[in-house]
């Protein structure tokens, strides 16, 4: 079983950033795409973010495109999600999720693609 940590959600008001990070075991990390999701309550889960494993690609879901950024440091199997601007909107669970796969170039922003997840962690943003 493959175990992916997140970590870096919290507490802020509006406009403020956090930067979000997963690690995730070596062999996994330096082979997959990785990619950052989300989950409010009562809603479903939702593409944030994916980072192809050369690292040279990203995509982004357009709500938080120009305020968040995917980046990965495979020296330390680490993939980060740094936001800024944060909205209330963006208040709710972040996932990362892992897909080993043989092409450096891969994005992912489909779930079932996906082939670990990690346990989540909250952000909460006030007005």
């Known amino acids: 079983q493959v175990q992916l940590e997140e970590s870096g959600g919290g507490l802020v008001q509006a406009g403020a950033s956090l930067r979000l990070s997963c690690t995730a075991p070596?062999?996994?990390?330096?082979?997959?795409?990785m990619g950052w999701w989300r989950q409010a309550p009562g809603k479903g889960r939702e593409f944030v973010a994916s980072?192809?494993?050369?690292?040279?690609?990203?995509i982004y879901e357009d709500s938080v495109k120009g305020r968040f950024t995917i980046s990965r440091a495979d020296a330390k199997n680490t993939v980060y999600l740094q936001m800024n601007g944060l909205r209330p909107e963006d208040t709710a669970t972040y996932y990362c999720a892992a897909r080993p796969t043989p092409d450096r170039s891969v994005l992912i922003n489909v779930a079932s693609e996906y082939d670990y997840w990690g346990q989540g962690t909250q952000v909460t943003v006030s007005s």
């Open positions: 070596a062999r996994t990390f330096r082979t997959s795409t």
């Open positions: 980072i192809s494993w050369s690292g040279e690609l990203t």
